[in-house]
């Protein structure tokens, strides 16, 4: 069974930087791709980063050159790194694990990241 646990969470003023973690079990770890969501109140669950099996990466635009995804294999954990926060950044965030082969995404519960300005 694939679990996802998400960490790192929290409030930050505006320009600060946070590092989100989000460790996997239950899978080969390596072999999926993974990726960061992020929901705001009242909105749809948006991606916000990608990372493949082979790193290659996707951004949203809305946090191209600030956010940056990472995976370590030998731990089954993902990471992204925020900085330069905005208050428009405040969401629950989300890491899912694409099953190989398929569009099927396994899913963590969500932290919370709170920017005040």
């Known amino acids: 069974q694939v679990q996802l646990v998400e960490s790192g969470g929290g409030s930050v003023q505006a320009g600060g930087s946070l590092r989100l973690s989000c460790a996997a079990s239950?899978?080969?770890?390596?072999?999926?791709?993974v990726e960061w969501y992020r929901q705001a109140p009242g909105k749809q669950r948006d991606l916000v980063a990608s990372i493949s099996s082979g790193d290659i990466t996707n951004y949203a635009d809305s946090v191209k050159d600030r956010f940056t995804i990472s995976r370590d294999n030998r731990k089954s954990t993902m990471y992204l790194q925020m900085n330069s926060l905005k208050p428009e950044d405040t969401a629950v965030y989300y890491c899912?694990?694409?099953?190989?082969?398929?569009?099927?995404?396994?899913w963590g519960r969500g932290t919370q990241v709170t920017v005040s300005s």
């Open positions: 239950g899978t080969i770890f390596s072999r999926n791709a």
């Open positions: 899912a694990l694409r099953r190989l082969g398929s569009s099927y995404r396994y």
